[in-house]
Structures are given as structure tokens and as C-alpha cells.
């Protein structure tokens, strides 16, 4: 069960993988290219990457490039490098910038292709025949849920879908089923434990051995991982990905950074504002290219995503490089108050070492054209009174940074399923 999904390329040596994605580079440019209109104007006369230097001097595309184009050739875009009929599904983002979502399309071979990928994750995460998976989820037109749905087949898992259901009837059925695998949003899995200890269901003394997670960081923040472990009794797995590139890294059983799925994917860490390569192991934004998504390729995509690399052989003998902490924050949700910087996904990792703290809202606002912020907590009913002074000293020791922390009633902050909305930006 610990095995490697595709040991082969698993465990390359970093000079046979570099090879085997730079020809899967110009395997990519004969198929996209010219019959892709989107890349064919983009890249001009430029068909040919034989070096990792012609590659650097491709330009990158961005998500706001890709919304444009969508805007202006609706309703998909040019970014096609086939006729519509050879498309058989369709996905969306979730439009989380204010913007209007990105539509996304795959061929028959690039929806195995997403299974692959998936077949990676599950393997990292030791899951494979006999295990029943349930995806506590309401099944949409995102795509995440779907493609770990797909993705069960590949390592011969039991997929039990959980659409459609109050979070009371997804506890049941995991119960019932005798449920190996949970696959949900880390807030979304506190928030069944939370239901779980209402109704007197005992998660911990379950089947569920393994959880799996993505659409938020959490996961790898230390606090919230050992919580989840913690309430579940089982091993909290993470995975990176995103709809419109597809699913790029996860967790295996050494829990020690998130993976990259380097062999069907070229990373790269840029500087937000040069753009250029940061030093091996510095902070930076991930660059992403995917090789398996000949449809609607991305090419040098700007993630967003903030990550540090570390490209040693992890314990697990893969050789696959890890993102050291998964995903740190996006450059976006950065918050600076008093010249200090803070990701919203630090201070959850603080509060989630709380048992008291069910739920919580950052509030951010300005005082005297500064930005301050402010922390709500809904607390678990009859927690101790002083729980507030309590974690404002933590996040002070941690943080560096007095944030003042409030509680209110017990149940009444907004809970959620999808990506949380847990930063409220109050404007005076
Ligand atoms: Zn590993």
C-alpha cells in the first residue's frame, strides 16, 4: 500500500527527469502548435524548446490573459487546440478574484490524464484497493471533485459520493459504509467533526484511516493537520491543484512537504515582480507548465501560488521535488499590518491548536490609514471564558504581531463546505 504510483519516474535521478520533461516539452509544441491560436500568436515563429534556455525565454501566460481571451472569444476562448466536438467535459473556476470564472475543456485523453495525476496523490497517501473513499462534497462545476472521483479507478478504490447531502447525512453515510478515506476541504473536515461531536458519532473510532485535501492550505499547516489527525484518528494528506492546470502535487506517507508531480508537470520559481528564477530554496511564485492537457494547454502559468522548493531525495525515496510547508499563501492574500507580513492561513494554523475554537473570522480594517485586524471566535459551547486572551498571547508569541481577538456566540459565524471566506475586509 505505501508504493509508488509510476516508481519509474518517481524515483529519476533529477538529470533523467529535467530530460524526460524537455521532451515532453516539444512533444507538447508538435501537437499545439500552429492548429492552438491562442499559443500560435503568443510564441510567433518560436516551435522548437531544446534546451532549457529557449525554454526560460518563452513569455508566461497569465490567469488574467486567459479571462481576456475568454471575454473576447466567448465562450471558451481561443486557448483550443482542437475542434469543440473532441471535447468531452467541461469546468469552470470559481471566479475567487471578483472575476468572472475561467471555462475549461478536456479531451477524452486529457480526462485520463487528470486520473493520472490523481493516481499520484492517492498512492502518496497509501490508498489504493479496498479502500472506499467519500467525497464530502456537493458535486458542481468545479472540477476538483470530479477528477479525484475519476482518479479512484486508477489506484482501484471505492468512490462514495457525497453530493446532495446535509453535513448530518455524510456523517451516516461514512459510518455506514465504513468509510477508509475522507476527500473534502480541511474546513470542511473540522466542520463534520464538529456536527460528529453534537450528535455523538465517534470519527475518531471510525474506519477512516486517511484524509485527503485540497482548495485551501491548510492541510499543510502544521496546527490544522494535527487537529484533523487528531479528530479523525487517521493521516491528513495534502494535494495542490488548480482547474485550469490540474492536479500538481501531494502529500506522501513522510508528510514532509508536498510533492510535485514532476513528470507531468515543469515548475519553475519566479520572483513576483522581476519574474526571474529565485535561488534554489528561496520563496517565490510558482510557475507551472502541464504536459498532459494538450486541449488547452498552459504554458509558464503564473500561479500565484507563494512556495519554497526543496529538490533533495525525500525519505518516502521519491525524488520528485517538494514544496517545503505546501502552498504558503498567495501573494494576494498577504496581509501587512505594522510592517509585519501575515498569511491568513498562519493564523488559522494557530487557532486550529485550539479544541475550543470551532470557527473564526478575520476582520480587516483600516484605523488611522492603517490596516489592522481583528479576530472573532466562535467558540466550542462551555469552552473557558478566557479562550480570547488565551489565543491572542499565542498569536502574539507566534505572530510577533497583538491581534485583538473577540468572542461571539457559539455557532454563529458562517460555516463552509467549498473554499472558506474566512477574511472580511471592512471598509469605514
Ligand atoms: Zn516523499
Given at each position: 500500500m505505501n508504493g509508488f504510483f509510476d516508481s519509474a519516474t518517481e524515483t529519476l535521478d533529477r538529470p533523467g527527469l529535467r530530460a524526460l520533461q524537455l521532451r515532453r516539452v516539444q512533444g507538447l509544441f508538435d501537437e499545439i502548435l500552429p492548429r492552438n491560436a491562442f499559443y500560435a500568436r503568443k510564441f510567433g515563429a518560436r516551435r522548437r524548446v531544446t534546451s532549457w534556455d529557449d525554454f526560460r525565454e518563452l513569455p508566461f501566460t497569465s490567469k488574467a490573459e486567459i479571462a481576456d481571451d475568454q471575454a473576447q472569444n466567448s465562450p471558451y476562448g481561443t486557448n483550443l487546440t482542437y475542434p469543440l466536438e473532441r471535447y468531452v467535459k467541461l469546468h469552470q473556476t470559481s471566479g475567487t478574484t471578483g472575476k468572472a470564472p475561467i471555462r475549461v475543456l478536456d479531451t477524452a485523453e486529457s480526462w485520463d490524464w487528470w486520473a493520472r495525476c490523481w493516481g499520484h496523490v492517492y498512492r502518496g497517501a497509501g490508498i489504493g484497493t479496498g479502500d472506499r473513499v467519500f467525497y464530502a462534497f456537493s458535486f458542481g462545476p468545479f472540477i476538483g471533485f470530479w477528477s479525484a472521483y475519476e482518479g479512484a479507478r486508477t489506484v482501484g478504490a471505492m468512490t462514495i459520493p457525497g453530493g446532495g447531502m446535509h453535513t448530518e447525512q455524510r456523517l451516516h453515510a461514512m459510518l455506514d459504509n465504513d468509510v477508509t478515506v475522507l476527500c473534502s476541504t480541511p474546513t470542511y473536515a473540522l466542520r463534520l467533526a464538529e456536527i460528529a461531536e453534537q450528535l455523538g458519532l465517534d470519527l475518531a473510532g471510525s474506519r477512516v484511516r486517511a484524509t485527503v485535501h485540497a482548495g485551501?492550505?491548510?492541510?499543510?499547516v502544521p496546527g490544522v493537520r494535527a487537529r484533523i489527525e487528531q479528530v479523525y484518528g487517521a493521516r491528513c494528506h495534502d494535494h495542490t491543484g488548480m482547474t485550469e492546470l490540474g492536479a500538481t502535487g501531494f502529500t506522501c506517507q513522510a508528510q514532509d512537504g508536498v510533492h510535485l508531480i514532476e513528470s507531468e508537470f515543469v515548475f519553475e520559481v519566479v520572483d513576483p515582480q522581476t519574474l526571474r528564477p529565485v535561488a534554489n530554496g528561496a520563496q517565490g511564485e510558482l510557475v507551472a507548465t502541464n504536459l498532459g492537457r494538450a486541449g488547452m494547454p498552459l504554458i509558464r502559468y503564473r500561479t500565484g501560488d507563494l512556495v519554497r522548493v526543496d529538490e533533495t531525495r525525500c525519505r518516502c525515496g521519491r525524488t520528485l521535488a517538494r514544496l517545503a510547508g505546501g502552498i504558503l499563501g498567495r501573494a494576494d492574500d498577504m496581509l501587512v499590518v505594522r510592517g509585519i507580513n501575515v498569511f491568513p492561513s498562519a493564523i488559522e494554523g494557530v487557532l486550529r491548536e485550539f479544541p475550543d475554537v470551532n470557527e473564526f473570522r478575520i476582520e480587516v480594517f483600516s484605523s488611522r490609514s492603517m490596516v489592522e485586524l481583528r479576530v472573532l471566535l466562535d467558540p466550542r459551547p462551555g469552552s473557558e471564558t478566557d479562550l480570547a486572551e488565551l489565543v491572542a498571547n499565542r498569536l502574539q508569541d507566534r505572530l510577533l504581531l497583538r491581534v485583538p481577538c473577540e468572542l461571539v456566540a457559539s455557532g454563529s459565524l458562517p460555516r463552509f463546505e467549498l473554499k472558506a471566506r474566512r477574511v472580511v475586509r471592512l471598509t469605514d
Open positions: 485551501e492550505p491548510g492541510a499543510s
